[in-house]
Nanobody, 131 residues
């Protein structure tokens, strides 16, 4: 599985961006059920969880810092996961990474939030929200 994140850029505070993550080398279907997540890493800080979505797309989880502003979604037919980011603030500035983790009985109910629950990572896309 290879993940390609895109959509980052420079935006003024209050603006919006939509990140995309395309998965190649695999087809999201009933035989290949993957939970997907977005993480971010600001300069000098640890990588942190942003949002996750279960394989079916029904279950989602968000970090408190982005709840109500960010929306994660997926299109399994297109092997793509999205992160719609609204009302961006300077604190959202970071490199954003998408990740894929094989679904388990537990993650079917609650998408994974820890980095060690994900086995595949994209290269990251930079988001800068200027004040």
């Amino acid at each position: 599985v290879q993940l390609q994140a895109s959509g980052g850029g420079l935006v003024q505070a209050g603006g919006s961006l939509r990140l995309s993550c395309f998965a190649s080398g695999i087809t999201f279907d009933t035989r290949n059920q993957y939970a997907m997540g977005w993480f971010r890493q600001a300069p000098g800080k640890d990588r942190e969880f942003v949002a996750a979505i279960g394989w079916s797309g029904i279950s989602t989880l968000y970090a408190d810092s982005v709840k109500g502003r960010f929306t994660i979604s997926r299109n399994n037919a297109e092997n793509t996961v999205y992160l719609q980011m609204n009302s961006l603030i300077p604190e959202d500035t970071a490199v954003y990474y998408c990740a894929a983790g094989k679904a388990t009985a537990a993650t079917l109910l609650r998408p994974p939030v820890n980095t060690d629950e994900y086995s595949h990572w994209g290269q990251g896309t930079l988001v800068t929200a200027s004040s």
